[in-house]
């Protein structure tokens, strides 16, 4: 069975950093492109960053020069540094992730458990 482990959470100052990790394991074969997502209390899940397998990455606006993703494909794990945090920023992020389990198969949609970030003003 794939899943998707997410840690680095916690609670931060306004300004302050965090960087989240999320790790895939089991049998895989490849892994496309991988995301953040976060969802904040009443509102919709919504896309934070993602980067293909190949390094092209995507961001929110809202996140854009403050959030840097980075994937290391050796350890099919992807990362989201998070910079100059703000009140706004507090949601629970969810990894995601495009897996291929075989040569053959198609890719299959992962989530992970989501990690909790809470920004202090």
């Known amino acids: 069975q794939v899943q998707l482990v997410e840690s680095g959470g916690g609670l931060v100052q306004a300004g302050g950093s965090l960087r989240l990790s999320c790790a895939a394991s089991?049998?895989?074969?490849?892994?496309?492109?991988m995301g953040w997502y976060r969802q904040a209390p009443g509102k919709q899940r919504e896309l934070v960053a993602t980067i293909t397998r190949g390094g092209t990455t995507d961001y929110a606006s809202s996140v854009k020069g403050r959030f840097a993703i980075s994937r290391d494909n050796t350890k099919n794990t992807v990362y989201l540094q998070m910079n100059s945090l703000k009140p706004e920023d507090t949601a629970v992020y969810y990894c995601?992730?495009?897996?291929?389990?075989?040569?053959?198969?198609?890719?299959?949609?992962?989530w992970g458990q989501g990690t909790l970030v809470t920004v202090s003003s």
């Open positions: 089991g049998i895989i074969f490849m892994i496309n492109t």
């Open positions: 995601n992730a495009q897996i291929k389990l075989s040569v053959a198969s198609t890719n299959l949609e992962v």
